[in-house]
């Protein structure tokens, strides 16, 4: 089992920057593929990048490409998911989720792990 807590959301302008981070602690954190979704008010969860166990492969939705980078540490046990050029349409709470799957996944469903969430709001 794995525990999660997310830090580093907050407000900024349109255009700006955050770095988020997920600090787990449980055994074998290297052994989960890590993910990031997120929850705009009055819409379903979803999701927004996700990395491999030995961070050798990541995979973004199509609206945070080239915008957003997720990135790992698995001696700090640490997840961080870098947003630049960020929009408006970005504002939500951001989860971090562990996924004992072999392969990095896009589904809710195939993450057993979350944590409590951070929110991100992006002014116009």
């Known amino acids: 089992q794995v525990q999660m807590v997310e830090s580093g959301g907050g407000l900024v302008q349109a255009g700006g920057s955050l770095r988020l981070s997920c600090a787990a602690s449980?055994?074998?954190?290297?052994?989960?593929?890590m993910g990031w979704f997120r929850q705009a008010p009055g819409k379903e969860r979803e999701f927004v990048a996700t990395i491999g166990r030995g961070n050798g492969n990541s995979y973004y939705a199509d609206s945070v490409k080239g915008r957003f980078t997720i990135s790992r540490d698995n001696f700090k046990n640490i997840v961080n998911l870098q947003m630049n050029s960020l929009k408006p349409e970005d504002t939500a709470v951001y989860y971090c989720?562990?996924?004992?799957?072999?392969?990095?996944?896009?589904?809710?469903?195939?993450?057993?792990?979350w944590g409590q969430g951070t929110q991100v709001t992006v002014s116009s």
């Open positions: 449980g055994r074998a954190f290297s052994s989960y593929v």
């Open positions: 989720a562990a996924s004992a799957q072999l392969e990095v996944s896009t589904f809710t469903y195939q993450y057993h792990y």
